[in-house]
């Protein structure tokens, strides 16, 4: 079977399903689903099957079925846009919670026996850089889904991509795999930013702003990493404020009100009026969460309009630098015990300054960052927490002084050994607080007839 992921207007859904002989497709300009909650009922309560059930629930078992999956999406800073990566990050189902290794790095292990064949058609104004990155993202999801990367290609604009008018070389599909292996081994970072770091004398007291983007309600890891950086920049007299990205509605709203939380993310205009601005979020399917790419083309909209008169429509062409807009860094942390997976993520981040002319300060990407709140106890400067609060600490040390931090990768001080098992224990733990034995945790799940598709297949 062949699955059509997109987030196309229905005309251009429709004739790109046609040419390139789609079963199903799923998708659209704008689309009414939930974001993942990273709750992680998909391998600890129902597994295989999301525990949200609203036309993605079973985006496991239809992968399950899947030979080749096409992804057709906008070119959003070097990434997939907020529509197609809502799909994708709601496909961790398809995999199981169990880890094993890959290539010497960590990875979860398959539940289904089926291997998907991967195009990535992507479409919008293209720059090197975000070209660069795209390869190294559908590189890393080929790995992460036990897949085969079939194509990367780039166009224009969606009439380009409808009529196969793909661009030509340096943006070829064979450059793909020498792209990625590079990102993935931790050998690249990003680039240096396209607007120069303020002096720092120019800034007077400085404030920041750090954005905690987990969609958990508490915050989860990206929480108390949010703070622990607070506190470090607040001992180098930085004045800290803290919001909250959670949005988990992509347009409208979905079922009980409880599945669409308030936003409590500040204004946009708040957002870029201060000197520092961090975000601090999980690594979801290689990537950014849905939620907080949809919130950065928010915050792209935003300096738009600061501009431009009357707005403008997005480009790749940076605004004028301004001394008054923020210098941008990053915290991510993972799950997998090698921080080099989070690379990518930070690079877009990096993308996304380049494209709307702010100074990116880099940051720092965290292995195993799973574990860390189990760890609150533990002094932050001690055992295995000592390796991510020196990251952190060097990050506020750059933070407070206006400078550039470059990329720091790190994980806790804790064999990669025990790290595994432990978290093997804590999948086996959870599954059997719900009633679920091992074996159970491997269900197969190939049911997907809930899921809300167009096709011959459906």
Excluded at 125 to 132: C, I, K, N, R, V
Excluded at 163 to 172: G, V, W
Excluded at 209 to 223: D, E, M, V
Aim: charged share 20%.
């Amino acid at each position: 079977m062949r699955l059509l992921i997109h987030d196309l207007s229905e005309t251009d859904a429709h004739a790109l399903a046609g040419r390139i002989g789609a079963d199903v497709t799923l998708g659209g300009e704008e689309v009414d689903w939930l974001g993942c909650q990273g709750c992680f009922g998909c391998w600890t309560k129902t597994p295989g099957r999301c525990v949200m059930r609203d036309g993605i629930g079973d985006m496991g078992a239809l992968l399950a079925s899947v030979d080749d999956l096409v992804i057709a999406s906008r070119l959003s800073y070097g990434g997939f846009s907020a529509v197609t990566k809502r799909a994708l990050d709601r496909s961790i189902p398809y995999l199981s919670p169990f880890f094993h290794t890959v290539s010497g790095e960590m990875h979860h292990q398959r539940r289904h026996a089926n291997r998907i064949s991967l195009h990535a058609l992507f479409h919008g104004p293209l720059t090197d850089e975000a070209a660069d990155i795209a390869r190294g993202i559908v590189q890393a999801n080929a790995v992460n889904l036990a897949a085969d990367v079939a194509e990367v290609r780039f166009a224009t604009d969606t009439t380009a991509l409808v009529s196969e008018d793909y661009l030509e070389p340096p943006f070829a599909t064979e450059k793909t795999g020498d792209a990625a292996e590079k990102a993935i081994a931790g050998g690249r970072v990003p680039s240096d930013p396209s607007v120069p770091m303020p002096a720092s004398d120019d800034r007077g007291d400085r404030k920041a702003l750090l954005l905690g983007c987990s969609p958990k309600a508490q915050g989860g890891a990206s929480g108390f990493l949010a703070e622990q950086l607070a506190g470090l920049l607040g001992e180098r007299g930085v004045v800290t404020s803290q919001g909250q990205v959670r949005r988990m509605s992509l347009a409208g709203s979905h079922g009980p009100a409880r599945h669409v939380p308030a936003d409590i993310v500040p204004d946009p205009a708040e957002v870029l009026s201060a000197d520092m601005l961090a975000f601090v979020f999980p690594l979801y399917v290689d990537g950014l969460p849905s939620h907080l790419i949809a919130y950065l083309d928010e915050l792209t909209d935003a300096l738009r309009d600061a501009t431009t008169s009357g707005g403008a429509e997005r480009s790749k062409t940076p605004a004028d630098a301004s001394p008054t807009r923020p210098i941008v860094y990053g915290v991510v942390n993972l799950g997998f015990y090698e921080s080099c997976q989070g690379s990518l993520a930070l690079r877009v981040l990096g993308e996304w300054c380049a494209e709307n002319g702010l100074a990116w300060g880099g940051g720092v990407s965290i292995g195993a960052g799973g574990m860390l709140q189990g760890l609150a106890d533990v002094p932050a400067d001690k055992g295995p927490r000592a390796p991510v609060t020196a990251a952190l600490s060097s990050l506020a040390q750059d933070m407070s002084a206006g400078t550039s931090h470059g990329v720091s990768l790190v994980k806790p001080g804790i064999p990669r050994l025990a790290y595994q098992e432990a978290a093997h224990l804590g999948w086996r733990m959870q599954g059997r607080s719900n009633g679920l034995s091992r074996h159970k945790l491997d269900a197969t799940p190939t049911d997907w007839s809930s899921v809300d598709v167009e096709g011959k297949t459906a």
